[in-house]
């Protein structure tokens, strides 16, 4: 790519901002240290002076001005009002890939006295311009929408033939087995306690769910939280997990008591 040249004064501070959607990306070919390396490639090129990078690698969906790297940068140009910075980023889906957050983001970091380039997209104060940049920004969000759709169709498809699909529960944790893929499987010494827990507070053994609470928490490979003990929400989230009966339920994709591929820690009712 050779970069155009851009009106904007030589010398001027430059900010680079780079994502990538996940840990993975992080580490590949697209990730965050290659975008860093054109972005100051074409920074160099311009004559502009790097002052920060902010990274993020989050997905692209929701509130971006959360992005932990965004919301640096941000404080960043409210902390330095004497400058004028530009921001450069290498792809316009790593902008943002929300139409309407596009340019509220656009209308932010003008309002704080940055502007915005892009090495492969060049940003004009046209009508046509503006189109156009309309358009692309839409492009990006029809794509992560279908992206998602895509995940959540594969999701929903893997949870119907029996397999749990979301981070695993106490008691379980993930791995690869033969004939089945990844899935979850027993997390011994856990698994075991947790059927105590829940065949205990079935037969009375436990009154309540504060009760499990401090029996969970007498056992190292549980304790969690400042006094030993699991915190009570993900208890009583625990006591109500068809899960643990060998089953499958997400209410939100209408699938309920499906049976699961996993091995119960307690018996079926």
Known sequence: MKPVLSQNTPGKAALIYCRVSDSKQRLEGHGLDSQEHRCRQYAAFQGYDVEEVFPDDVSGG?????????VALLA?????????YVIVFDDLKRFARDRDFH??????LAAKGASV????FN??????????ETIFAAQGQLERKQNQ?????????RIEKGYWCFAPVLGYTYANVP???K????????????????????????????????????????????YGDVPLNTVVDMLDRVLYTGHISVPKWNIHLHPGKHEPPVSNP
């Open 62 to 70: 929701g509130d971006f001005m959360k992005r932990k790297g965004m």
């Open 76 to 84: 960043y140009l409210d902390a330095n009002t004497s400058k004028d």
């Open 103 to 108: 340019f509220k983001l656009r209308a932010t």
């Open 117 to 120: 380039e892009c090495l492969n």
């Open 123 to 132: 940003f004009e104060d046209t009508p046509e311009g503006e189109f156009i």
């Open 149 to 157: 759709r895509q995940v959540v169709q594969k999701m929903k498809a």
């Open 179 to 181: 004939g089945h893929g």
């Open 183 to 226: 899935m979850i499987v027993r997390d011994e010494p856990n698994a075991s306690i947790v059927a105590e827990a829940l065949e205990g507070y079935a037969c009375g053994r436990f009154q309540n769910a504060n009760e499990v609470r401090r029996f969970l928490g007498t056992f190292p490979s549980i304790q969690k939280g400042k």
